[in-house]
């Protein structure tokens, strides 16, 4: 049922401060009343979140930072909102009764109630990768067992989504995922290598977290949506491909066993794939901008180039080895984002952690699939703890 003012449509917002959390808000308050927002959960901003919370009357507000339920509790005063600190009143807002849970808690800090919500059935809108590449096996597994559903809020996995057109896997020769390039698309390799913090986050066409733009700059972001796609559209790593396009207009290609391709198209806008989750199976008219071919003109295409970017690779290849490599990678590469971002680190050397931490996990027999969520999380603690000190021994 298409969701009206009689009959709204209601959503818990996880990760509601953040930038697909801001774009959401913002297309619910221009839907007019069809959407009603039942919980919303952030990580430390206290104040953005009561203000999300107050202007849509939301019943309870979850906020991870314990530190910051003082000053929560402080901004949400006199307004009825009940409001909570820590991971498990995060999860407690993911598990409330609701029509749909918009995943999108940056990291792998939303692997636990990303995972919650499928565990009770719910409809998830995922903009939260980590799930499926720390988790992705048992999230999958969770989902199928209650009957939960995925939609795809990544603009490159929905672009895929709605390329597909509910054509079934074993027709697909190839799944492309595009990549704008970053901002060091035409770098060169001792440029890139020299790269500052501040050179990885400005990005030429999105407008993301930290995290999540580093990744895209070194390409990992691609990686990881690859091993996301692997598990959400059940595709072989086989028949996984990158295509580098500059315009970030085309976000995801099908190629399909008799020769057709289908392409999913839009303006580089997160509204768009946002509303496509919020509205679906019908469409949300929204005020982004519509694409024009003719003032484009043209559109053009790169294969991506490992050796300058060669995060890209060793996603592929923890993709491709299975197991609990995709894992190892993904906790491996937080650390290295977070080293990077704080300047303790040069560009180049996050691969390189990253590689020996899995090389690390082979050796020692860490990279065997992880039977559940919780065995999951539990390896990446035990990898993030093993780069830390790793990374602490190269600084001491």
Known sequence: MSPSRDNPRKIVLLGATGSIGHSTTRLIAEADGIYEISAVASGSDAEGLARIARKFNVPFAAIADVKAYTALKNALSGSGIECAAGAEAVVEAASLPCDMV??????????????????????????????????????????????????????????????????????????????????????????????????????????????????????????????????????????????????????????????????????????????HCLSWPHRLPTASPKLDLAALASLTFEAPDMTRFPALQLAIDAMREGKGLPTVLNAANEVAVEAFLAGRIGFYAMSTLVLEAMNAAVRSGMAVEPVSVDEALAVHHVVRDRCLALLAGRHS
């Open 102 to 275: 918009v995943a999108a808690i940056a990291g792998t800090h939303g692997v636990a109630p990303t995972c919650a919500a499928l565990g009770l059935g719910r409809t998830v809108a995922l903009a939260n990768k980590e799930s499926l590449v720390c988790a992705g096996t048992a999230a999958m597994r969770l989902a199928a067992k209650h009957n939960a559903r995925i939609l795809p809020m990544d603009s490159e996995h929905n672009a895929i989504f709605q390329a597909l057109g509910g054509e079934h896997p074993s027709h697909v020769e190839v799944m492309t995922l595009t990549a704008s390039g970053g901002p060091f698309r035409l770098w060169t390799q001792d440029q890139i290598a020299a790269a500052t913090p501040a050179e990885a986050l400005a990005h030429p066409n999105w407008l993301m977290g930290p995290k999540v733009t580093v990744d895209s700059a070194s390409l990992m972001n691609k990686g990881l949506e690859l091993i996301e796609a692997h598990h959400l559209f059940g595709i072989s790593p086989e028949k996984l491909a990158v295509l580098v396009h500059p315009q970030s207009i085309i976000h995801g290609l099908v190629s399909f066993a008799d020769g057709s391709v289908t392409a999913g198209m839009a303006c580089p806008d997160m509204r768009i794939p946002i509303a």
